[in-house]
T-cell receptor, first 114, second 108 residues
Framework: DAGVTQSPTHLIKTRGQQVTLRCSPI?????VSWYQQVLGQGPQFIFQ???????GRGNFPDRFSARQFPNYSSELNVNALLLGDSALYLC?????????????FGQGTRLTVV | GQNIDQPTEMTATEGAIVQINCTYQ??????LFWYQQHAGEAPTFLSY????GLEEKGRFSSFLSRSKGYSYLLLKELQMKDSASYLC?????????FGAGTRLTVKP
């Protein structure tokens, strides 16, 4: 079975540009969460989507948005990129929203903003 | 405030036992997770605790005390491949909050 897949794996963008990151969850998983991980830090929660609806949002500006599609894949969009947005963006999928449900992470998209 | 604290770095010897502590203060609690993350790779799930006590899984064990806001991950019979960052995470209501991670170096 394929795990969580993210694309692209690496990306270089210029300040002010917009970027879209993609995530395909494990087959059968309905919940997708997005995290930002800066080097040397733990992942920071950005969004959770379940059954195509936003269920949780972390402390990130409105430049960050996301959506989930009928097939449960998801996109994270970041507008007006800043140098500080350079990070590893991780997508995690889980079977549902129930507490304790294990989250499986994709390999991440490494975004560099120059 | 909401904090998840764990030591930044630890070093241990191959074959030894190491305990990585985590203390947390969160507005909600729906379980505590430990993840392992090798450099440049995605975090992988190690353990989950929601009730007080010890959960054992092979060489890895995790303990939780909800009243103290405290957990630890115990790694036995350390191997060189255990050199990695270990992330403590607490599931709040809809999100999972991570600590900064503990970088463990296993030496021969």
């Amino acid at each position: 079975d394929a795990g969580v897949t993210q694309s692209p794996t690496h990306l270089i963008k210029t300040r002010g540009q917009q970027v879209t990151l993609r995530c395909s969850p494990i087959s059968g998983h309905k919940s997708v969460s997005w995290y930002q991980q800066v080097l040397g830090q733990g992942p920071q929660f950005i969004f959770q989507y379940y059954e195509k609806e936003e269920r949780g949002r972390g402390n990130f500006p409105d430049r960050f948005s996301a959506r989930q599609f009928p097939n449960y894949s998801s996109e994270l969009n970041v507008n007006a990129l800043l140098l500080g947005d350079s990070a590893l963006y991780l997508c995690a999928s889980s079977l549902d929203r129930v507490a304790g449900t294990e989250a499986f992470f994709g390999q991440g998209t490494r975004l560099t903003v120059v | 405030g909401q904090n998840i604290d764990q030591p930044t770095e630890m070093t241990a010897t191959e074959g030894a036992i190491v305990q990585i502590n985590c203390t947390y203060q969160t507005s909600g609690f729906n379980g505590l997770f430990w993840y392992q993350q090798h450099a440049g790779e995605a975090p992988t799930f190690l353990s989950y605790n929601v009730l007080d006590g010890l959960e054992e899984k092979g060489r890895f064990s995790s303990f939780l005390s909800r009243s103290k806001g405290y957990s630890y991950l115990l790694l036995k019979e350390l191997q060189m491949k255990d050199s990695a960052s270990y992330l403590c995470a607490v599931r709040d209501y809809n999100d999972m909050r991570f600590g900064a991670g503990t970088r463990l170096t296993v030496k021969p």
